[in-house]
């Protein structure tokens, strides 16, 4: 037997009695969602090559660090893994012979184990363009230009407003006359 509708005063009186169901909750944040996966795989893996890049000097010391570099990390399918050094010329033969206690600091940083083997490529380094007075790729500074010419460039310069595009243009034209004369 069907049953009768209710009119449009019951039908309000039975929704204000009654609670409808409450939306659905939003999902939680991704960051909050993935953190306990980032950590086991952060404790798995490790930092790599990135995290020794980032704190090479201390783990080498500087004097080793102004000429090496690490490059990258090669997984083993079994045992430690073998790091890859990219070394400056003539100074592969002083981190061959310092081999064992790089490894050994590389391995107090990423963990027990985790490099059994070094690899030396030698190379520039890619890092660090230009370094300090210890450095083995210093530039020398450039001459400076005659007078004459340094006057001839301010001059046929002196229709520009004064900013950034001028001072750009000085020294382009400062290199130009040099590569010139050169």
Do not use: C, Y
Request: no cysteine; aromatic share 2%.
């Amino acid at each position: 037997m069907a049953r009768p509708l209710p009119s449009a005063q019951e039908a309000l009186r039975i929704l204000a009695a009654r609670r409808t169901r409450p939306p659905p909750r939003p999902p939680p944040p991704a960051g909050r969602a993935l953190t306990k996966t980032l950590k086991t795989l952060d404790a798995k893996f490790g930092h790599g090559v990135n995290g020794l890049k980032a704190r090479w000097s201390e783990i080498v010391g500087k004097t080793l660090a102004r000429r090496t570099e690490p490059s990258k990390l090669i997984k083993a399918r079994e045992g430690g893994a073998a790091l890859e050094i990219r070394v400056e010329g003539p100074s592969a033969t002083l981190v061959q012979h310092q081999a064992g206690d790089i490894l050994a600091r590389v391995n107090l940083f990423l963990g027990a184990g985790a490099v059994s083997k070094l690899r030396i490529v030698q190379g520039p380094l890619r890092g660090l363009p230009e370094r300090g007075a210890g450095g083995m790729n210093k530039r020398r500074p450039k001459p400076p230009l005659d007078a004459a010419d340094e006057q001839a460039l301010e001059a046929s310069l002196n229709d520009f407003p004064e900013g950034a595009l001028k001072t750009a243009l000085i020294r382009l034209g400062r290199e130009v006359i040099r590569a010139e004369r050169g």
